[in-house]
T-cell receptor
């Protein structure tokens, strides 16, 4: 069964540095998402992306964050000037159509030192 | 705004006993409802989903859930729990048939299974 692939599985970054989290959605999917889960807390929506633009974003997704689909297969989340509180598990998700559920990747654990 | 409440933070059951995890949602239109399971340090695995049709839905691993519109609930059940079911369970509500279609998750319920 096709899967959403996220790399790296664990990223350690110094505070203030920029980080790019990468996702390869399932190949025929058109709708893409990023979520974050701070350790021990619930999964929170960050942003949805369709047709090369952001469809919706949460209040968490401020100017520090950006998303991009640089080619036909990757979907990236960039976090500029990282802060300690950005430490979390970041999940990518995709779905083929609005009537289908999202498929989640295994996540990237981001640790800010 | 959509929201999900999982009233039970932690549940402990004995292996072989039945299980029910509660979920209440708030959503302005017809909800798209999900249950996910997450093992420590792992991703989210979809157990089952509901949008329309039969209000009792079957999922993987022997789980089922019942949608009750009048109670705004979508409780997850399993007749006989296995030790491998110990994990975190998340209920989520999503928008159906919209380009955005974000999912909103509950706080989760941690399931411990006693031998």
């Amino acid at each position: 069964e096709p899967e959403v692939t996220q790399t790296p599985s664990h990223q350690v970054t110094q505070m203030g540095q920029e980080v790019i989290l990468r996702c390869v959605p399932i190949s025929n999917h058109l709708y893409f998402y990023w979520y974050r889960q701070i350790l021990g807390q619930k999964v929170e929506f960050l942003v949805s992306f369709y047709n090369n633009e952001i469809s919706e974003k949460s209040e968490i997704f401020d100017d520090q964050f950006s998303v991009e689909r640089p080619d036909g297969s990757n979907f990236t989340l960039k976090i500029r000037s990282t802060k300690l509180e950005d430490s979390a598990m970041y999940f990518c998700a995709s779905r083929p159509s609005p009537s289908q559920p999202q498929h989640f990747g295994d996540g990237t654990r981001l640790s800010i030192l | 705004a959509q929201s999900v409440t999982q009233p039970d933070i932690h549940i402990t059951v004995s292996e072989g006993a039945s299980l029910e995890l509660r979920c209440n949602y708030s959503y302005g239109a017809t909800p798209y409802l999900f249950w996910y399971v997450q093992s420590p340090g792992q991703g989210l695995q979809l157990l089952l989903k509901y949008f329309s049709g039969d209000t009792l839905v079957q999922g993987i691993k022997g789980f089922e859930a019942e949608f009750k519109r009048s109670q705004s609930s979508f409780n997850l059940r399993k007749p006989s729990v296995h030790w491998s079911d110990a994990a975190e369970y998340f209920c989520a509500v999503g928008a159906y048939n919209t380009n955005a279609g974000k999912s909103t998750f509950g706080d989760g319920t941690t399931l411990t299974v006693k031998p």
